[in-house]
């Protein structure tokens, strides 16, 4: 895969979001994630090669994850890329509306949700390892928490905050690791516990996957097992996270949005 300059990056994304057949599909994957191509056809007046055209230029622009289950190949709505574009320009002036951007939430019954999210880092798998499990670097953009493990398979982990002000101390989430491959492959549990409104969405599931991509690697976080219409607490602050993991270890800056000091500019609630 050819390295990418950030403008050519950019300019992929608003090219992808400038048809509006690609922001229809959009659209479909944002009211369900997870879609066969089948699926993301039926009622679109085009060809299937049309569609598998339009998803293409998707993919590449970074809006669209695709993962294989069995024979079917699933395509995935990924926010990151457009928390990227928040960050640079959208932040300062329109954050409340630009957050709606990334409140994906599903209100189909019965259905697992399953949310997809991938990141092109330039770095190594070893220091992007070391950010993921570190806890005074995973602090820096994981809204001041660190997390505290062993990191051994059947460990358990626990995602801690201490408030500035009070220095109070709290558990924000906490689980097991599943499985442990440094540095390419983490599978963990996750139980949210910053409030009572999440507390009752019981157990879900973390997995991260790092592939090295010449310079740089491609970081794909999958948050599944997650109930049917969960809270959007749960998986909603993952592009921040990932948008703060990217800075950092790109420029060794600090992303200073409201979420991103969330739990340490005041006392943990």
């Not at 499985?179 to 009752?200: F, I, K, M």
Request: charged share 30%; hydrophobic share 40%.
């Amino acid at each position: 895969m050819t390295k990418r300059s950030h403008i050519e990056v950019v300019d992929a994304i608003f090219k992808a979001l400038a048809d509006p057949t690609r922001r229809r599909l959009l659209d479909k994957l944002f009211r369900k994630d997870g879609q066969t191509l089948s699926e993301l056809e039926g009622r679109l007046r085009m060809t299937r090669f049309g569609v598998m055209k339009h998803l293409r230029v998707l993919e590449q622009a970074g809006l669209v994850v695709t993962q294989r289950r069995g024979r079917e190949k699933l395509h995935f709505l990924n926010v990151v890329p457009i928390r990227l574009i928040h960050d640079r320009w959208i932040d300062k002036y329109a954050a409340r509306v630009a957050e709606m951007l990334t409140g994906l939430k599903t209100e189909l019954e019965g259905e697992p949700m399953e949310k997809v999210y991938e990141i092109y880092i330039k770095t190594t798998p070893e220091r992007l390892w070391q950010a993921i499990t570190d806890p005074a670097i995973r602090r820096k953009y994981n809204f001041g928490v660190g997390v505290q493990s062993d990191w051994s398979a059947g460990s358990t982990y626990v995602g801690r905050a201490t408030a500035r002000d009070s220095g109070q101390s709290a558990e924000i989430f906490a689980g097991e690791n599943v499985e442990v491959h440094p540095p390419r492959r983490l599978v963990q549990t996750y139980r949210a516990l910053w409030s009572d409104d999440v507390v009752g969405e019981g157990e879900s599931r973390v997995t991260w996957e790092i592939e090295p991509i010449g310079d740089s690697c491609r970081l794909t976080l999958t948050h599944d097992r997650l109930r049917a219409g969960a809270n959007q607490q749960l998986y909603g602050g993952w592009p921040m996270i990932l948008s703060g993991l990217k800075t950092f270890l790109e420029t060794g800056e600090l992303l200073t949005t409201p979420g991103s000091v969330r739990y340490v500019g005041g006392a943990v609630a």
